[in-house]
Every structure is written in structure tokens, then in C-alpha cells.
């Protein structure tokens, strides 16, 4: 079958930094998305990543290695508003995507 | 720019009513939209692909009768939940394609059957 692996739970104090993996087995990828979502919220897009590599955008970072299966999201600076759940979502084609089951963030003072 | 409207955010209704939640892309248009649905402290689950001026396209295990999806035009995607019973109660969720490779969300809709 197809899956995603993460986490479940990351803890790391603020201003640190902090590393949240994601491994994926599908049977179709064109590339690994992230996304955040707080509590009752919906969750917005992070970043993607269809090449190899580090994709940077601000304090947040995405890397994707394909012949690995994984890939990776690095927050810097952590701040107390970055606690929430993080998702990984590889995009299968065709406009499928398959949402892991999510790493919850929780940043400590 | 990319932003998705869904309405209601809330919604309490009997057993056995049926509740309709409605997707709108504001600035650009969708001619596809997603549905989903997720439990407390649980990953989204995809419930049906919404295109539009033809018929969703639901995944496996998802009831078609139960869940109408209508996608009328290129701007807005409808989900009526029918006959709704406890077990229905969720957080329902839609988006849209955003560019090639990215999803905007809509601010969901927490249903609540009691």
C-alpha cells in the first residue's frame, strides 16, 4: 500500500531548532509537500519539493532526497506560534496527493 | 491571491437532517476541488475528487449517496451530507489546486450531528 511515515510527536524549546522526517512509499511520486495546521484550523501549505535538495523559505526549510524516499522539514528559530501539526504530502500524479498522519509540534518556552 | 471560501465554519444539526457545506474559490477558478475529512489528532482522509460539469469521483469506501457532491461551476463545490447520523460528526475540509503542486485549504467546517 501506499504510506507516510512521520513522527507523531516533536518537542523542542524555543529558538532552537527542530527536524521533522518523512518517509513515503507510493506507487507514483512527483513530489513531497508540507503543510501546517493549528488546532481547528485548516492547514496551509508550507512548501514543496520535486527536485533533490533544500528548498529554503524563511525560517522554514524542505529537503527531499528521492532515491532515499524521504525527506525532511526543518523549522529555525522556533517560536511559540510554531506549535502545531505538520504534515507531509506526497503527490502521487494526477492530482493525487496522500497526507501523512501528521507530527505534532510542541515548542517550549 | 489562491484563496478558498467554505462556509459554514460550524454546523449542529439533528440525526437525520441533511447538511450542506459549500466551497468557493474567491480569486481564480478550480475546475477541481478535493474533499476531506478528519478526526481529532488524525491525518486528512480524501473523500472524493470534485470536477467540474461532471461527477465526483469518490474514493474507496466512501458512500456517493450519502456524501452529494455537486461542483456547478468553476468557482464553487458543494458537499451535502445526507441523512446525517453521530458517526458523521467531523471536521470536513476542501481545497483546490494551487499551481501545479500545491493545495489551498478551506478554514473547514466542524459538523456536529447530535
Known amino acids: 500500500g501506499q504510506s507516510l511515515e512521520q513522527p507523531s510527536e516533536v518537542t523542542a524549546v524555543e529558538g532552537a531548532i527542530v527536524q521533522i522526517n518523512c518517509t513515503y512509499q507510493?506507487?507514483?511520486?512527483?513530489?513531497l509537500s508540507w503543510y501546517q495546521q493549528h488546532d481547528g484550523g485548516a492547514p496551509t501549505f508550507l512548501s514543496y519539493n520535486a527536485l533533490d535538495g533544500l528548498e529554503e523559505t524563511g525560517r522554514f526549510s524542505s529537503f527531499l532526497s528521492r532515491s532515499d524516499s524521504y525527506g525532511y522539514l526543518l523549522l529555525q528559530e522556533l517560536q511559540m506560534k510554531d506549535s502545531a501539526s505538520y504534515f507531509c504530502a506526497a503527490n502521487t500524479g494526477g492530482f493525487k496527493t496522500i497526507f501523512g498522519a501528521g507530527t505534532r509540534l510542541f515548542v517550549k518556552a | 491571491g489562491a484563496v478558498v471560501s467554505q462556509h459554514p465554519s460550524r454546523v449542529i444539526c439533528k440525526s437525520g437532517t441533511s447538511v450542506k457545506i459549500e466551497c468557493r474559490s474567491l480569486?481564480?477558478?478550480?475546475?477541481?476541488m478535493f474533499w476531506y475529512r478528519q478526526f481529532p489528532k488524525q491525518s486528512l482522509m480524501l473523500m472524493a475528487t470534485?470536477?467540474?460539469?461532471?461527477?465526483?469521483?469518490?474514493e474507496q469506501g466512501v458512500e456517493k449517496d450519502k456524501f452529494l457532491i455537486n461542483h456547478a461551476s468553476l468557482t464553487l463545490s458543494t458537499l451535502t451530507v445526507t441523512s446525517a447520523h453521530p458517526e458523521d460528526s467531523s471536521f470536513y475540509i476542501c481545497?483546490?489546486?494551487?499551481?501545479?503542486?500545491?493545495?489551498?485549504f478551506g478554514s473547514g467546517t466542524r459538523l456536529t450531528v447530535v
Open positions: 481545497s483546490a489546486t494551487y499551481r501545479d503542486y500545491g493545495y489551498t
Open positions: 470534485s470536477n467540474e460539469g461532471s461527477k465526483a469521483t469518490y
Open positions: 507510493t506507487s507514483g511520486f512527483y513530489g
Open positions: 480569486d481564480f477558478q478550480a475546475t477541481t
